[in-house]
């Protein structure tokens, strides 16, 4: 990263660390307002919601709305930079990287048909934490923690979600989603990132993004 990118860069996480619910006039969602049924998103209510604050060429900025159980799916930002803050509730946020080799690791690669050989990636799982409003924010870059899937626990959960440059599928940046095949096993010294097969998928059917209006104060850019 260029020095300048990365004090500007650290200048965001700590802006980003600071930032609440109130600053954004949210009012966190109850519980009972997003309770789980036996199929909780029927009748065309989405699992997760957009507020969308403003986008440039250079960045997007918004907020996701989780309701109780529900999940963005495991996903990429190819080439993006992110910062992801919770402006209330709890999110579990599992990290992964593809590793550019295809051999040498500690899994063989899980039986397929052939025609799905393709869509085999191997990976590694970085890390799995939770994170609330008292959390600094977890941030992903081109080649550290790119993919990630992250899970409402406890109630429902917003966060806010600002990337860099944004997702543009005309200019290589579209979102690829991704399901875990096999067991993760270690693969460091210290146990803490273990080694796992992805194939790429199609967007689970379980999952869409429903929008709705932002509340909060105008960005003047």
Known sequence: MHPGCSKNHGKLKTLMTEVRAADLKLVPRRAEDSAPRPNPYHHGVPPVTYMHICETD???MGVFLLKTG???PLHDHPGMHGV?????GKVRI?????LERHGGGTQAAPPLPPA???ALRRSVLRSSAEYTEESGPCVLSPDRDNLHQIDAVDGPTA???IL????????????HYYQVLTESEPNSAD???????????????HFWCGGEPYPGPEVHL
């Open 159 to 161: 966060f806010m979600d």
């Open 70 to 72: 529900a999940s963005i």
């Open 94 to 98: 599992s990290c992964f990287d593809r």
């Open 116 to 118: 799905q050989m393709g």
């Open 58 to 60: 250079q960045f997007s």
């Open 191 to 205: 146990g803490k990132e273990k080694e796992v097969w992805l194939m790429e998928i199609s967007q689970p059917s």
């Open 164 to 175: 860099a440059p944004p997702y543009d599928p005309d200019d290589g940046r579209d979102c």
């Open 84 to 88: 992801l803050k919770v402006l209330y």
